[in-house]
């Protein structure tokens, strides 16, 4: 399985952008699908959290800015990013877990002007 992370780019602070993730056959047994992002220079951090019951998590700096959504026909989570501010710069990645493995996808850059 791979999966195929897309939407980033650049964009003014306030903005929005929806990242994409398809993943290339469908996925059984899925745990969680979650986003992460790295800035540069520092680990990456997780962003948003999806558990296969639909409960979300999000980190503190994200909550009421970025939902994370899946489309399970599509093969396909998202993640809506609005109100974007500078430090939301980052490369932004997805991840499936389930009960075999974690499948993690390349990253999308996304870069917010101030």
């Known amino acids: 399985v791979q999966l195929q992370a897309s939407g980033g780019g650049l964009v003014q602070a306030g903005g929005s952008l929806r990242l994409s993730c398809v993943a290339s056959e469908s996925i059984f047994d899925i745990h969680f699908m979650g986003w992460y992002r790295q800035a540069p220079g520092k680990q990456r951090d997780w962003v948003a959290l999806?558990?296969?019951?639909?409960?979300?998590k999000y980190r503190d700096a994200v909550k009421g800015r970025f939902t994370i959504s899946g489309d399970n026909a599509k093969n396909t989570v998202y993640l809506q990013m609005n109100n974007l501010k500078h430090e939301d710069t980052a490369v932004y990645c997805c991840?499936?877990?389930?009960?075999?493995?974690?499948?993690w996808g390349q990253g999308t850059l996304v870069t917010v002007s101030s």
């Open positions: 999806m558990a296969s019951d639909g409960t979300t």
């Open positions: 991840a499936v877990g389930s009960s075999v493995e974690t499948v």
